[in-house]
């Protein structure tokens, strides 16, 4: 057994407990029970953290990561062997737990490394987070599909999409992506340019629900958002030129959400001198188009999840929290709708709820604590974090 003791709690991501302060108490990998403090008695060989007072909240979810990526120059990425990519990709995803990111989603990596090291870390063979894992990414035929090694699959027509659909799900991938539109981080394509017609994002996403799973989509530009709304594409990555009619339809939607990646945009635009030249303007473009649309799509109170884009040109693992602050700051989001992002919204849009995203009796115990309270400095997930629970594992402590 593990007993966290006298932590302090965000209420809101506390099911079945109502007060701010609390003890918990963990048997293997789940929470057992959540009391009041001082009410749990250690037995014999228990193991017993005193947090006194910190604050204790869910693991962190990142929705959109590449592990195959370092961060650094594609060009150098890509010369990697796929073992040198796949043993780089074992470190990224032990950075990233220590980081306090339980679960993340992986949206794109070459040679299936992300399938094969979700099974590994399932396996106890290396320290991890959850990966929810696509394999390749199902796209049309573009140029800027050879930028990235080994990490796109090419599809055209209905017929050719379910193909690619099957074999992808065959290699072990938990759910499809695909890009919806052209990239900023290769130099094929406009962010902002539809590459699927409407008919053939349909035909994925009925391949996809076939498989039971569901469709993340590479979306920077309006018309392809659309599309992706109303073929039901599940997650619309980036979502970068929200307009007043996509965002309604997100409203009325019950099977759409949107994952924005503020800080990969920002970097590229901003504060990175030696970026490849294409990357930086293509990011300096849409930039002002991502702050307006989603501060539209945060006031009208959507459903957001919270990814990065970690491993992309400039992003290290590890650094995910940096998100947060930004949000914050470029937005205008409060605080603890920012950590509900990260936290149970994520869980939701992913549909891992039951298991993920609050601590409840029950739930998996993936576990941080901060030094600080994040309401009020919500760095702290960056600057505080001193413990992390994995399935019941304490990894940092």
Not at 187 to 210: H, N, R, S
Request: net charge negative; with cysteine.
């Amino acid at each position: 057994m593990l007993i966290l003791k006298n932590c302090n709690f965000i209420t809101d991501l506390v099911e079945g407990f109502g007060e701010a302060a609390g003890d918990i108490l963990v048997d293997q990998d789940r929470i057992k029970t959540i009391a009041p403090c001082g009410t749990l008695q250690a037995n014999e060989g228990d193991q017993v953290l005193d947090m006194q007072g910190q604050y204790v909240l869910p693991g962190l979810f990142d929705l959109h990561i590449h592990l195959t990526l370092s961060g650094g120059e594609t060009l150098v990425d890509n010369a990697k062997s796929p073992i040198q990519q796949a043993l780089d990709a074992v470190k990224y995803a032990a950075d990233t737990l220590m980081a306090g990111f339980t679960t993340v989603r992986d949206v794109g990596s070459s040679y299936n490394v992300a399938v094969e090291l979700r099974n590994a870390i399932q396996a106890g063979n290396f320290y991890g987070p959850n990966i929810i894992a696509c394999g390749r990414i199902v796209t049309a035929t573009e140029c800027g599909n050879d930028y990235f090694q080994g990490m796109y699959a090419e599809a055209d027509g209905k017929t050719e999409i379910w193909k690619a659909v099957r074999e992808e799900m065959k290699r072990g991938a938990d759910f499809i992506k695909i890009m919806g539109t052209g990239a900023v981080m290769n130099p094929g394509g406009e962010p902002g340019q539809p590459i699927y017609t409407l008919d053939e994002l349909k035909a994925v996403v009925e391949a996809a629900a076939f498989k039971d799973t569901y469709v993340a989509t590479h979306c920077h530009g309006t018309q392809a958002i659309k599309n992706s709304i109303l073929a039901g594409v599940r997650t619309i990555e980036h979502a970068t030129i929200l307009d007043d009619e996509a965002i309604e339809m997100l409203k009325d939607s019950t099977t759409s959400y949107i994952v924005p990646t503020l800080t990969s945009l920002y970097a590229l635009a901003d504060s990175v001198p030696d970026t490849s030249i294409f990357m930086k303007a293509k990011a300096q473009k849409i930039l002002g188009c991502l702050k307006e649309g989603l501060r539209k799509a945060y006031e009208a109170g959507l459903v957001i999840g919270f990814g990065t884009d970690q491993g992309g040109v400039p992003l290290v693992h590890g650094e995910n929290a940096d998100e947060f602050a930004l949000r914050r700051d470029f937005w205008g989001m409060k605080e603890l709708d920012i950590i509900k992002q990260a936290t149970i919204n994520s869980a939701k849009i992913v549909r891992v709820e039951q298991d993920y995203g609050t601590l409840k009796s029950g739930k998996v115990a993936d576990i941080i604590a901060v030094s600080k309270n994040p309401l009020e400095d919500i760095s702290a997930f960056r600057n505080n974090l001193t413990t992390v629970v994995k399935s019941g594992c304490v990894v940092k402590a």
